[in-house]
């Protein structure tokens, strides 16, 4: 099973840009001339909106054929998916959705009145109906899958909210370079994804060295390498996209710089926004967003959270409910609802209807069928665990997490079954080609 398309090159436009097709649909993917060495005409791979790797053309035909039917399938399945019953909303919310169609952008005060306004059940159906629709719309039934690697629970940061903050006394593990190699290589090689996280705590046993190695043979092995390992100083960032990374994950996890200091000692929001943007500079790919629902948080937050992730320009949103974690300062405090974290991923799809948005497993945990509903909310990408069991527990940044009984056999299976229930193909879904 593959987890992209093979795409065909079929146009190039500066040194920098190529165009691909996907059975008629066009993809724009950037690419580096200087060693890509790629021409009209060959068939590539592409994650994130970026060539990963050239494909041999028989090879590529042969898997082509096998999706052909498959794929014009799952189209016809989304678009059913994608209609919307507008009856019975209150009109100022009428209004707002009317904006939404009508391709303009969203006011402060109006996205906080689809947040405020819209709570029975027939309400909610509808909003994410609506953004089910900007979804398709924007990226036709394209979904990517992530496979995501938590290579260390050390941690130097003592997070209020995390499980693996360092002044929680958690079984700490380290995978060796071996491992996490071995981890990636059965993912790639068995399973065929295309783009590998690698995801610790802020852990500086991994050096920039020991990083660079790791992001070097991965990258060798044709694939997309993001990186998610915290705070390191900018250079480190940039040596690790010399070395091959070309996506990083970082939240800056609340746009409320008081709630920030409280839960967060020692760091300050300024300085995580300073670096995200930072790492936007060099070049990568970018994933960023927040926790919904931290404690003293209103949606007025949520809505400013949205905000900071649009201002940040990210490639893809990645935000979760806030879950408790046993033995931290916040055990006893309350998640938010599963409609508020669907609600966000809406709102979020409504003010950047062109980004790629996650499913985090965080959400999956809050409430196991909200995967699904997620995806037909406005949410089109997804991150799954990969990680080997024995480790994969010890990640406890919250407790009991979805994904912590699953082994790779059967994630897979289920996420393809989940997506191929909705009609979701896995090509890459990088910049949509005007
Ligand atoms: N060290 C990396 C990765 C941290 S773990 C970094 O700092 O970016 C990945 C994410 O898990 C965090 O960014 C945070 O948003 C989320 N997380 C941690 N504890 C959580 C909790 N109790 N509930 C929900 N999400 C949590």
Known sequence: ?????????????????????????????LFDAATDNVQIGDYV??????LVRKILQDE??????SWREVFFELKKTDAALASIDQSSLPTNVLGVLQKINLRKSLKKEEMLALFDGLTT????????????NVRQREHGNASCVHGIIEFSNYCRNDCHY???RCSHDVQRYRMTIDEIL???HTAIDKYGFKAIVLQSGEDLWYDEQRLTTVVKETKKMGVLVFVSIGEREPEVYANLYKAGARAALMRFETSNAEIFAKLRPHTTLDKRVDLIKKIKEIGYVLATGFIVGLPGATNIDVVNDILLTRYLAPDMYSFGPFLPARGTPLENNLSPSKDTVLKTIAISRF??????ILVTTALETLAAAAKREALLAGANSMMINITPNAYKKMYAIYDNRACDTQDMDNTV????????????APTDIGMTVN
Request: aromatic share 8%; glycine share 6%; charged share 25%.
């Open 1 to 29: 099973m593959c987890y992209a398309i093979p795409a065909k090159l079929i146009a190039i436009k500066d040194n920098r840009t190529a165009v691909v097709d996907y059975f008629g649909e066009h993809r724009n993917i």
């Open 45 to 50: 791979y592409a994650q994130g909106g970026i």
């Open 60 to 65: 590529a035909e042969e898997i082509l054929k």
């Open 121 to 132: 059940p027939n309400e909610l159906k509808v909003l994410y109906e609506v953004a089910n």
């Open 162 to 164: 995390c499980g693996i």
């Open 182 to 184: 071995a981890v990636a």
């Open 351 to 356: 003010v950047d209807s062109n980004a790629n």
């Open 413 to 424: 299976k289920d996420t393809v079954d989940l997506l191929f229930s909705l009609g979701r």
